[in-house]
Nanobody, 126 residues
């Protein structure tokens, strides 16, 4: 239905920045609220950020507030995650996802998302 392929990950020193991209194909992204999740080695997948279809509302995990910015360009069918002031604890595989809808504050729940990308590795050295 929707194919998501993340890119932009890599190795960066603490304090550096990266910009992740997630172009979609198969169906127009305008129909889906979107989110980013990450999973570090030995840890469970956790919510990072989410954005509504119109981009009027964004949500962030407390651990990334003030450092990460989620955005989308519906005309380009692409979701982005700008990551600034990266820390070693940000090291993880980052995955973008498309949800059916957001309600009752379900934007941070994996169960809300129906389509997932393959993930891109972000490594932050100290």
């Amino acid at each position: 239905q929707v194919q998501l392929v993340e890119s932009g990950g890599g190795l960066v020193q603490a304090g550096g920045s990266l910009r992740l991209s997630c172009p979609a194909s198969g169906r127009t992204l305008v129909n889906y609220p979107m989110g980013w999740f990450r999973q570090a080695p030995g840890k469970e997948r956790e919510f990072v950020a989410a954005v509504t279809i119109s981009s009027r509302i964004t949500y962030y995990a407390d651990s990334v507030k003030g450092r990460f910015t989620i955005s989308r360009d519906n005309a380009k069918n692409t979701l982005y995650l700008q990551m600034n002031n990266l820390k070693p604890e940000d090291t993880a595989v980052y995955t973008c996802a498309a949800a059916q809808f957001f309600n009752n504050n379900n934007y941070a729940l994996r169960e809300a998302y129906h389509y997932w990308g393959q993930g891109t590795q972000v490594t932050v050295s100290s």
